[in-house]
């Protein structure tokens, strides 16, 4: 079955610096999510990716879909507090079902970020 | 405008009970999946409902099974629970057309 490799598995940074995770599968995906969690919460959805190239921001979040669709990286720059969580990337496969609706997501095991202040 | 909203938030079980997990998914969205989280692991696809169907299946015995309602929301049940059962059940809607999943903040599962 489908794999995703997520890393670093945590980080320790200082407020202030840029932070970047990436992912990478074992399989082509034709869409790419990235969500936030943080303890006691579901996960929030932060970008999604939808074309091979495509580069999409939201606000201090930069996230690209990679040019052999079977990997995606996420880009926070200037990190502060409300950062820390855990970001989890996550893709979907390519079937779509004449039913309707599409494959599950399979997700990375998450990237833990602290922040030192 | 309501999120995914999921209930009981907590609920503890004992080896072999059934639980009933329900879902209601955000205003204007068709499908709903549900997602197994163990503690620091990513969630696990266990299966997606559409028109009232399951559509897609994840690697779980059928002892997870689930329904969709005409409003569109949803219930998952686990028969026969073991231990290995305890997690975190997370449901996420969507539509049909686009790729975009929304969770809900799952509830907690012990099986004791």
């Known amino acids: 079955g489908q794999q995703l490799n997520q890393s670093p598995q945590s980080m320790f940074i200082q407020e202030g610096e840029d932070v970047s995770m990436n992912c990478t599968s074992s399989?082509?995906?034709?869409?790419w999510l990235w969500y936030k969690q943080e303890p006691g919460e579901g996960p929030v959805l932060l970008i999604a990716?939808?074309?091979?190239?495509e580069l999409t921001s939201n606000g201090r979040l930069t996230a690209q879909f990679g040019i052999t669709r079977k990997d995606s990286f996420l880009n926070i720059s200037a990190s502060i507090p409300s950062d820390v969580g855990i970001y989890f990337c996550?893709?979907?496969?390519?079937?779509?079902?004449?039913?309707?609706?599409?494959?599950?997501?399979?997700f990375g095991k998450g990237t833990h970020l602290i922040i030192q202040p | 405008d309501a999120g995914v909203t999921q209930s009981p938030t907590h609920l503890i079980k004992t080896r072999g009970q059934q639980v009933t997990l329900r879902c209601s998914p955000k205003?204007?969205?068709?499908?709903v999946s549900w997602y197994q989280q163990a503690l620091g692991q990513g969630p696990q696809f266990i299966f997606q409902?559409?028109?009232?169907?399951?559509?897609q299946r994840g690697n779980f015995p059928d002892r997870f099974s689930g329904h969709q309602f005409p409003n569109y929301s949803s219930e998952l049940n686990v028969n026969a629970l073991l231990l290995g059962d305890s997690a975190l059940y997370l449901c996420?809607?969507?539509?049909?057309?686009?790729?975009?999943?929304?969770f809900g903040e799952g509830s907690r599962l012990t099986v004791l």
């Open positions: 996420a809607s969507g539509t049909v057309n686009t790729g975009e999943l929304f």
């Open positions: 399989s082509i995906f034709n869409t």
């Open positions: 990716l939808y074309k091979a190239g």
């Open positions: 996550a893709g979907r496969g390519e079937r779509m079902y004449s039913g309707g609706g599409a494959d599950g997501l399979t």
């Open positions: 205003s204007g969205h068709d499908t």
């Open positions: 409902y559409y028109e009232e169907e399951e559509r």
